[in-house]
C-alpha cells in the first residue's frame, strides 16, 4: 500500500506505536485521537509533513461521519488503509457485583465506536479501489478474564463485529479484519509484574502493518497475534465456516479465568480443612 495510513486511537499506546514504526518507514500518516495534546506531542515529535493530525472522536454515528469529511478535504491523497486501535477506559469488577451501566460503558468505549467508524470511512478507502481495514481486538475474548468480565464481553462481541463487518464489505475492493491480542500489552508502567508472553506495542504495531499491506484478496477475518509465517501457494478461502488461515491456536497469555479461580479455591479449601478452619466462601 502507498497511500496515507489513518490511525484511529493514535494517542493510545499501541495506536501512538503504530504512528512512531509507520513514519520512521517513511510513510503518510493521519494520526485521529480525541487527545488534542496528546496529538501535539506527535507534532513535536515529527515535524515533517508525512504526518496530519485530526483531533476528533468516533463516539457518535455523527461524530464520525464529522471525521470522514474532515479527512476527505486533507491535503494529498485520501486513505487507503486504516487501523482501528479504539479502546476505552480500563476498568475492574465483577458483573454480579456491579451496574447495569459498567458493561453499557465498555460497550459505548470499546465497540460501538469501531461500527460508527467503519460506516463513514469504508466508503473513503473503496474510493481509492483497494484498501485495507484493521480492527485491533483485546485480550479476554477467548475465556471470561477474572475481574474483566465485561472487557471480555466487549473483545468477543468485537470478533463478530469483524466478522459481520468482513462480510458486509465483499461488494466494497475493501479488506476488513480483526488482529487479536489475546494478551495485555507490555509496558513500561507494568514491566515488574508483566507476563513473559505479553507482546510489546512495538510488536503489535509491526504486526498490524503487516496485515493492511498483504496483498491479495480474499483474506481472513480474524488472525491472531503472533502473525504466523506466511504460507506458500494459492490464498485459502475465507469463508466464514472454513478454518481460518492465521487462525492458529494462542500461546497462554497469563490471563486468569474464572475456571482458573474456581480450582484456586477448591485447593485453598483442602489445604486449610480442619476443625480449626472454616471453609472458604464460595
Same mark, same amino acid.
Not at 26 to 35: F, K, Q, Y
Not at 216 to 228: N, T
Not at 240 to 262: F, H, I, N
Given at each position: 500500500m502507498t497511500g496515507p495510513l489513518l490511525v484511529l486511537g493514535a494517542s493510545g499506546i499501541i495506536g501512538r506505536t503504530v504512528v512512531d514504526v509507520a513514519l520512521d518507514a517513511?510513510?503518510? !500518516?493521519?494520526?485521529?485521537?480525541?487527545?488534542a495534546a496528546a496529538l501535539e506531542g506527535l507534532r513535536v515529535a515529527y515535524p515533517s =509533513?508525512?504526518?496530519?493530525?485530526?483531533?476528533?472522536? !468516533?463516539?457518535?454515528?455523527?461524530d464520525a461521519a464529522a471525521l470522514a469529511a474532515r479527512v476527505a478535504v486533507l491535503p494529498g491523497a485520501a486513505p487507503e488503509v486504516v487501523v482501528a486501535a479504539i479502546r476505552g477506559e480500563r476498568e475492574r469488577?465483577?458483573?454480579?457485583? =456491579?451496574?447495569?451501566?459498567?458493561?453499557?460503558?465498555?460497550?459505548?468505549?470499546?465497540?460501538?465506536?469501531?461500527?460508527?467508524?467503519?460506516?463513514?470511512?469504508?466508503?473513503?478507502?473503496?474510493?481509492?479501489?483497494?484498501?485495507?481495514?484493521?480492527? !485491533? =481486538?483485546?485480550p479476554g475474548a477467548d475465556h471470561p478474564w477474572a475481574g474483566h468480565g465485561h472487557h471480555s464481553i466487549g473483545a468477543d462481541a468485537l470478533r463478530m463485529l469483524a466478522r459481520v463487518l468482513h462480510d458486509e464489505a465483499r461488494a466494497l475492493p475493501v479488506r476488513v479484519q480483526l488482529l487479536s491480542v489475546d494478551a495485555p500489552v507490555r509496558t513500561a508502567a507494568n514491566a515488574r509484574h508483566a507476563c513473559d508472553r505479553w507482546p510489546s506495542a512495538d510488536a503489535i504495531a509491526r504486526a498490524a502493518l503487516r496485515m493492511v499491506d498483504a496483498r491479495?484478496?480474499?483474506?481472513?477475518?480474524?488472525?491472531?497475534?503472533?502473525?504466523?509465517a506466511p504460507v506458500p501457494g494459492p490464498t485459502l478461502s475465507d469463508d466464514?465456516?472454513?478454518?481460518?488461515? =492465521?487462525?492458529?491456536?494462542?500461546?497462554?497469555?497469563?490471563?486468569?479465568?474464572?475456571?482458573?479461580?474456581?480450582d484456586a479455591r477448591a485447593l485453598l479449601r483442602g489445604i486449610t480443612a480442619s476443625p480449626h478452619h472454616q471453609d472458604l466462601p464460595r
Open positions: 517513511g510513510r503518510s !500518516v493521519i494520526a485521529v485521537a480525541r487527545d =509533513g508525512a504526518l496530519s493530525l485530526v483531533a476528533a472522536t !468516533v463516539a457518535s454515528d455523527a469488577g465483577r458483573l454480579l457485583d =456491579g451496574p447495569a451501566d459498567l458493561l453499557r460503558r465498555r460497550l459505548d468505549e470499546d465497540l460501538l465506536p469501531h461500527l460508527f467508524a467503519a460506516r463513514h470511512l469504508l466508503p473513503l478507502l473503496a474510493a481509492r479501489r483497494h484498501g485495507a481495514y484493521v480492527l !485491533v =481486538g483485546g491479495g484478496l480474499p483474506a481472513p477475518v480474524m488472525v491472531r497475534f503472533p502473525l504466523p466464514l465456516d472454513a478454518p481460518e488461515r =492465521g487462525c492458529v491456536p494462542p500461546a497462554p497469555a497469563c490471563l486468569p479465568s474464572s475456571r482458573d479461580l474456581t
